[in-house]
């Protein structure tokens, strides 16, 4: 399985990207779906995610500017990046987690069975 990221770039401060990731070819409606970032010189970190039923999961430094959404017709997971700022600079990974229905994201990379290739995104002061 693999997961294709996009839509990383150069933004200034303040300002907004969305983030697309396509899913898992097969049965896409039954993973749960997550964003992690890895700044320069930084562990890997979980920034939100998206259960089979839609229940949204964040990080405490992006809530109120960051929405994960999915869209299972077309197998792809999106992140809205709004009012960035300049600690927002890192590459940027989907992740795919096979799981039942009640299952939510959380910040543990062991449950991700799937990982995208990542995509950079630089916010400038």
């Known amino acids: 399985v693999q997961l294709q990221a996009s839509g990383g770039g150069l933004v200034q401060v303040g300002g907004s990207l969305r983030l697309a990731c396509a899913g898992p070819?097969?049965?896409?409606?039954?993973?749960?779906m997550a964003w992690f970032r890895q700044a320069p010189g930084k562990e890997r970190e979980f920034v939100g995610g998206?259960?089979?039923?839609?229940?949204?999961i964040y990080a405490d430094s992006v809530k109120g500017r960051f929405a994960v959404s999915r869209d299972n017709d077309k197998k792809t997971v999106y992140l809205q990046m709004n009012s960035l700022k300049p600690e927002d600079t890192a590459v940027y990974y989907c992740?795919?987690?096979?799981?039942?229905?009640?299952?939510?994201?959380?910040?543990?990379?062991?449950?991700?069975?799937?990982w995208g290739q990542g995509t950079l995104v630089t916010v400038s002061s």
């Open positions: 992740a795919a987690d096979w799981a039942i229905s009640s299952t939510l994201p959380t910040s543990m990379e062991s449950q991700y069975d799937f």
């Open positions: 070819r097969r049965s896409f409606e039954r993973y749960v």
């Open positions: 998206i259960s089979r039923s839609r229940i949204e």
